[in-house]
């Protein structure tokens, strides 16, 4: 126990009943001076007690954010410490056991060391763990608000990840637990389908990275026979630090609606469903997906999907506006409609009209689909609203992904959530643990902790080459689809104070006078182009109150390189004597020590 206390704080010699009795007074000195931790700003005093050295020492940070300086560490033992403050000339210092001077002479600091990632991770960890969407500006501007203390983004990503961390989010240790989920699954499930499959890389140390499994449950398949024989296949790109594809297979009911399969490869799927169906699959083109398809299914109808078709040809049509006719051709119901809407995909361009007839049309136009499926979907639809459904959670872990949506919408019953896993198997989460209750032979189980241990190498995270730049979480979107709204500054130049470039690409600032960057040239020659045109006209030098009218070529209607863009953006430029031009109803003045210096007379 760690103790404050003032130099002069002794005991001398005393009998046996004093000593209980000096016993139980320092027992309720220590009871009524003993630090408890709490979100309020923490105050040191002399003879306030610590249970033991870590919570003297985030006692000792949180008070240094708080109060917004760095501490001088100059003894830092679990026995005793001794900080003060970095400020130059400050008194303020702390000793325990021994003296604390609650004095600064310091000025505060707005960065301040001490607010470590860590930190920041202790305060919101409840924050982020219930919301791991959580954006970094926010937290930085409640820590602002908080402590009056500026930390970067990168600080707080580290804080995110500390934070899903400590709370069970540990992403490498899910991997670790993969085999041991998949064996849990077929002992509750034997009729199930959990496999794994992992890659060995041998060197030094044999090392076991994950590659990739597949999971379903005996009621899905049983269900999927009472739905139409047509199946959705599509991946959403994972966005936790280990990236990945989750690869769904979706299909429909026979009110349209869809019905999730399983997570899967289709190697396997093939084995485990069994359907003696004349099966019918939509992808959107991938290589790997048709070479699959025509491996495991040779004799199963294909389609395409005619949004991702016609994203591909926009891609490389980008002028052309043949959309309409596409859409008219893919939803007609008979061969005359499509004829006529392939006509108008001929007239609005003829190379996309020639790609689409190297395209049979039973892979993407509805007349000449098959009916065994039943079904006139041209759009794999129910694939990207299964990976919407999905939303945030393609953040999670990977086996905190497989449950995690199931959980969301269980019904709370005596503060615990229930989930039926089949018609007997139960989840049931309580507050600390998950338990699987069997209705039938009336058992129960934990989850994580009596999982099956199941012998063989543990299980790494998948090799993950790192890309240059930031991690893109959003998705790429379509040549021709708008952005979505967001706010946007606009750049504004220090030398000429334009909008639309910055001082390092401005034509005028002398600093740039060896850059050769296309931006800054580009700037550069429409610079020289308005400068010529100033020099090619004849000045009319006029002191008196007539002007003249000075007329400019339609090139130049354009440019805004400079300062001078508002004035040459008229259709006419009035001069005056008095050194002020005037143009489109505004009158500016000119080398004022902002606009660029133009030639010897003035506009």
């Not at 609650?102 to 470590?116: S, Y």
């Not at 190379?351 to 039943?374: I, M, N, Q």
């Not at 989840?427 to 063989?456: F, M, Q």
Request: hydrophobic fraction near 35%; proline fraction near 5%.
């Amino acid at each position: 126990m760690l103790v404050i206390v003032s130099d002069d704080n002794e005991f001398g010699p005393c009998s046996d009943e004093d000593g209980d009795r000096l016993m139980e007074v320092m027992d309720a000195e220590i009871r009524a001076n003993m630090y408890i931790p709490s979100d309020e700003p923490v105050k040191f005093f002399v003879g306030q007690y610590f249970n033991n050295f870590n919570e003297l020492t985030v006692a000792l940070r949180k008070f240094a954010v708080h109060e917004r300086f760095k501490t001088r560490k100059d003894k830092f033992k679990r026995t005793r410490i001794f900080v003060g403050c970095e400020g130059y000339g400050c008194p303020w210092y702390l000793h325990a056991l021994k003296r604390y001077h609650n004095v600064h002479t310091c000025t505060e600091l707005w960065k301040n060391p001490e607010c470590t990632a860590k930190f920041i991770a202790s305060k919101f960890q409840d924050i982020i763990l219930s919301h791991p969407e959580t954006k970094a500006s926010f937290i930085m501007s409640e820590l602002n608000k908080m402590y009056e203390v500026r930390v970067n983004k990168q600080k707080v990503y580290r804080a995110k990840k500390i934070a899903l961390e400590s709370g069970g989010a540990n992403f490498e240790s899910n991997y670790r637990l993969i085999r041991s989920y998949a064996q849990m699954i077929l002992n509750k499930m034997p009729n199930a389908l959990a496999l794994v499959h992992v890659i060995r890389l041998h060197g030094n140390q044999i090392k076991t990275h994950f590659d990739r499994c597949i999971i379903s449950f005996p009621a899905l398949r049983e269900g999927f026979k009472g739905c139409r024989p047509f199946i959705g296949i599509d991946g959403c790109h994972l966005k936790g630090p280990y990236r990945g594809i989750l690869l769904s297979a979706i299909g429909l009911d026979a009110n349209t609606d869809i019905y999730p399969i399983a997570v899967c490869f289709l190697g396997h799927l093939n084995e485990y469903m069994k359907d003696s169906r004349q099966l019918t699959f939509m992808c959107d083109r991938q290589k790997g997906i048709q070479n699959a398809l025509r491996l495991k299914y040779p004799n199963a109808h294909v389609r395409y999907c005619a949004r991702h078709l016609l994203a591909n040809l926009k891609s490389k049509h980008l002028r052309t506006d043949f959309k309409g006719g596409f859409w008219e051709a893919a939803r007609a119901s008979n061969q005359i409609d499509f004829e006529r809407a392939m006509e108008k995909v001929k007239s609005a361009d003829a190379g996309v009209y020639e790609t689409l007839r190297r395209v049979h049309p039973r892979f993407w136009s509805r007349h000449a689909f098959d009916r065994t499926s039943k079904s006139d979907h041209c759009i794999n639809n129910m694939t990207e609203s299964f990976n919407a459904w999905l939303g945030e959670q393609r953040k999670l872990p990977l086996l905190t992904l497989v449950y995690e949506n199931m959980q969301k919408n269980l019904q709370l019953s005596r503060g615990c959530a229930i989930a039926p896993a089949s018609e007997w198997l139960c989840e049931v989460e309580g507050k600390c643990r998950t338990y699987i209750v069997d209705l039938e032979h009336h058992s129960c189980d934990c989850d994580k902790v009596n999982w099956p241990v199941v012998l063989g190498d543990e299980i790494l995270p998948h090799l993950v080459k790192k890309q240059p730049g930031r991690p893109k979480l959003n998705r790429i979107r379509e040549p021709d689809e708008v952005p979505p709204e967001k706010m946007r500054y606009k750049m504004q130049c220090k030398c000429c104070h334009e909008f639309g470039h910055n001082k390092r690409a401005c034509p005028i600032n002398p600093n740039n006078a060896n850059k050769k960057t296309r931006h800054f040239q580009n700037n550069l020659k429409a610079y020289k182009e308005a400068i010529s045109f100033c020099h090619n006209v004849k000045p009319h030098y006029n002191f008196g109150p007539s002007s003249s009218k000075v007329k400019r070529p339609e090139s130049h209607a354009n440019w805004i390189g400079v300062q001078g863009r508002r004035i040459m953006q008229g259709n006419s430029v009035e001069t005056r004597g008095n050194g002020m031009a005037t143009g489109n109803g505004q009158t500016r003045a000119l080398d004022k020590g902002k606009a660029p210096v133009f030639p010897p007379w003035r506009l």
